[in-house]
C-alpha cells in the first residue's frame, strides 16, 4: 500500500524585483502620488514600497534606517534602495535628519518648500521661491484634481505620464541653479526626480536584459 504524500508548505521564496523602500513625511500625497507613477512608469522588475511614516524629517530618517537594517539580512537586497522622502519647510531638525541620513546610507528626495513644487514642474518652471500654501494653491490652479484642503492628492495619470519628462528636466534645473546661487537645496528645488529616475531606471534595464 502506497503512503499518501505528505503536504507541507514551501518555503517562502522573495520575488526576484528590486525594492525600493521609501519612508515618507506625508502619509496621504506622496505614498499615493508614488503608486500612481509606479503603475505608470515602473516594471515588475522593481516594487516600490511606501512606508508612511509622518512627523517630522527627523523621525521619516529613523524609520528608513530601520528599514535598511532589515535589508541587511536580506541576501537578496543587492539590488535595493532605502529613501527619506520629506519636505524642507519650516522644520527645526530638517539638517540634523539630513546629516543622519546621509550618514547611514540612506538617499534623499527632498522637496524645498513642499512636496507639492514637484507637482508644479510637471506644469512649467518655478523659479521664484514660494511659501507652503502658495505652492499648493499654485499646483490646484494648475492640476484640478488636486486639492490640498479636500485631500485631494497630485495623481493625474495623464500628467504623470505626458509631462513627467519636462518635470525631470525643470527640477534638475531647480537643483543646478540653487548651486549657483551659493544656497544648495534652497527655496524651490526638490530631488523628487532622483527616486523617480531611479524607478524608471530598473524598466529600462528589463526592456535590455539587464
Known amino acids: 500500500m502506497r503512503r499518501a504524500r505528505r503536504i507541507g508548505r514551501r518555503p517562502a521564496v522573495r520575488s526576484p524585483a528590486a525594492r525600493i523602500v521609501v519612508a515618507t513625511e506625508g502619509v496621504l500625497t506622496e ?3 508614488l503608486k500612481v507613477f509606479s503603475r505608470v512608469h515602473g516594471d515588475r522588475s522593481v516594487r516600490v514600497v511606501s512606508i508612511r511614516v509622518g512627523g517630522d524629517p527627523r523621525t521619516v530618517v529613523e524609520r528608513a534606517i530601520e528599514e535598511s537594517e532589515k535589508l541587511k539580512r536580506d541576501k537578496l537586497a543587492s539590488r535595493d534602495s532605502v529613501w527619506a522622502m520629506f519636505d524642507r519647510d519650516i ?5 540634523e535628519a539630513r546629516d543622519l541620513a546621509r550618514g547611514n546610507g540612506i538617499r534623499l528626495a527632498i522637496s ?6 514637484w507637482g508644479i514642474l510637471h506644469y512649467q518652471d518655478q523659479n521664484a521661491p514660494l511659501e507652503r500654501q502658495e505652492c499648493q494653491r499654485q499646483l490646484g490652479s494648475l492640476c484640478p484634481e488636486y486639492n490640498a484642503g479636500a485631500g485631494k492628492v497630485f ?3 495623464e500628467a504623470i505620464e505626458r509631462l513627467y519628462l519636462a518635470a525631470v528636466e525643470r527640477a534638475s534645473l531647480s ?3 540653487r548651486q549657483e546661487e551659493g544656497i544648495p537645496g534652497g527655496n524651490p528645488s526638490t530631488t523628487v526626480h532622483l527616486l523617480t529616475e531611479l524607478i524608471r531606471c530598473f524598466k529600462r534595464r528589463a526592456k535590455r536584459g539587464w
Open 31 to 33: 505614498p499615493e502620488y
Open 155 to 157: 495623481g493625474n495619470m
Open 175 to 177: 537643483v543646478k541653479r
Open 112 to 117: 524645498n518648500p513642499c512636496f507639492e513644487l
Open 91 to 95: 522644520h527645526k531638525r530638517f539638517d
